[in-house]
């Protein structure tokens, strides 16, 4: 794993002089094992400076165009390198001139701070939940609890095509109205059971369509199993109403962040 | 949604290692992880229309008037009775199938299709 880097000297030869896609930071030796396949086909690999590596792979700049095989492997790269460590996930698209700049721009500069993220999040993974009502079930209790919702559908159903249409507009708001209602109950229950367990809670905003809950925990590995159970346990007694997603360890990428540019 | 087979818990979930779909990869690593400032980025071209697409405003009249229709394609036979006879008092939720309208799903499914075309 260190070949690559063992080449890497402050005189540029060919190799060195290519720009490189970056993943993610590690401490040295703990790159990913060789032979993974990273962004625009090509190998994963890395560059030590001092103690802490990053995760690279070679990439020529007139192709820079991001596919999907291309998000799926950033994601995989770091999933497997979470299995050697500790891993500093970088967001998608970073991409160095050369392995010169990326120790001179970042690995350099940075130290002290990756060092310190290096401790920092040393036992920690990111576990992935989402929560979704499955429609069917969610309308029709909707429709059992809200004697209104209850009756504008009676009416409606039975009126012919293109009548109705300002009780149809009523019975959809109403009905918008309590998924919200029912997402905002429904997901302060699970974050109350879920947070304790976690270190850190990351909630996307902007939620989809049907979302009660779509967020990031940051655990402790040794937690791991508890939140599997209290998982399992919601999604038990949620089976047919609620369909989960639960995905992880990750990096932490939702709890990673450096200080901007220009206050260090 | 998998049914695991192993271990001493009910096992109605099971985590999964690392994110299948497209949609959950892009939510994880497009706009988390660390941001540097210099450096040159890949071109995400297409994949922001994806992140875009995949957060669907609620509030429209389209909206209302695709719940509107959802609820009245619902075939809630016990539901049915009580909501017309205003006699919510002992009916029975739970008769109907879960599943069938797996909107979320289709909707990954249809978002993947988007970008398999690079």
């Known amino acids: 794993m260190s070949a690559r880097a063992a080449t890497a000297t402050p005189t540029e030869d060919s190799s060195t002089a290519r720009p490189v896609y970056v993943y993610g930071v590690v401490r040295a030796g703990g790159l990913p094992s060789r032979g993974l396949t990273g962004v625009d086909g090509a190998e994963v690999g890395g560059v030590e400076h001092e103690g802490i590596a990053a995760i690279t792979s070679p990439i020529s700049v007139k192709h820079v165009r991001a596919r999907r095989r291309d998000l799926l492997a950033h994601s995989e790269v770091l999933t497997k390198a979470l299995e050697h460590g500790t891993v500093l996930p970088l967001q998608f698209g970073i991409v160095f001139e050369t392995e010169k700049a990326l120790r001179a721009g970042f690995l350099e500069p940075r130290k002290p701070e990756l060092e310190k993220l290096l401790r920092d999040f040393d036992g920690r993974v990111e576990l992935r939940v989402t929560a979704f009502y499955v429609e069917e079930a969610i309308l029709a209790e909707i429709v059992e609890q809200n004697g209104r919702v209850a009756r504008l559908r009676a009416a409606t159903r039975s009126a012919p095509g293109g009548v109705g249409y300002g009780a149809r507009l009523e019975l959809g708001e109403l009905v918008a109205a309590e998924l919200r209602a029912r997402a905002r109950n429904d997901a302060r229950a699970l974050l109350e059971q879920l947070r304790p367990l976690a270190m850190a809670v990351d909630l996307d905003e902007e939620p989809l369509e049907h979302q009660v809950l779509r967020g990031s925990f940051l655990v402790a590995r040794e937690r791991l199993e508890k939140f599997d159970e209290a998982l399992d346990e919601i999604a038990k007694r949620q089976a047919g109403r609620m369909q989960f997603k639960y995905v992880g360890p990750l990096p932490p990428h939702s709890f990673v962040s450096l200080e901007p540019e220009g206050r260090r | ?118």
């Open chain 2, 1 to 118: 949604m998998a049914i695991a087979t192993h271990g001493t818990a009910s096992n109605y979930l099971q985590r999964a290692p690392s994110p299948s779909g497209l949609v959950d990869v892009v939510d994880l690593i497009l706009d988390k992880g660390l941001v540097l400032d210099a450096y040159i980025r890949i071109s995400v071209i297409g994949i922001e229309l994806i992140t875009i697409d995949a957060r669907i405003v609620i509030a429209s009249i389209d909206t209302y008037l695709r719940f509107a229709e959802a609820v009245n394609r619902l075939d809630l036979t016990q539901t049915e009775v009580a909501g017309l006879a205003e006699l919510r008092e002992g009916s029975k939720g739970g008769s109907f199938e879960p599943g069938g309208g797996d909107k979320e799903k289709g909707m990954y499914e249809g978002l993947k299709e988007k970008v398999k075309g690079d």
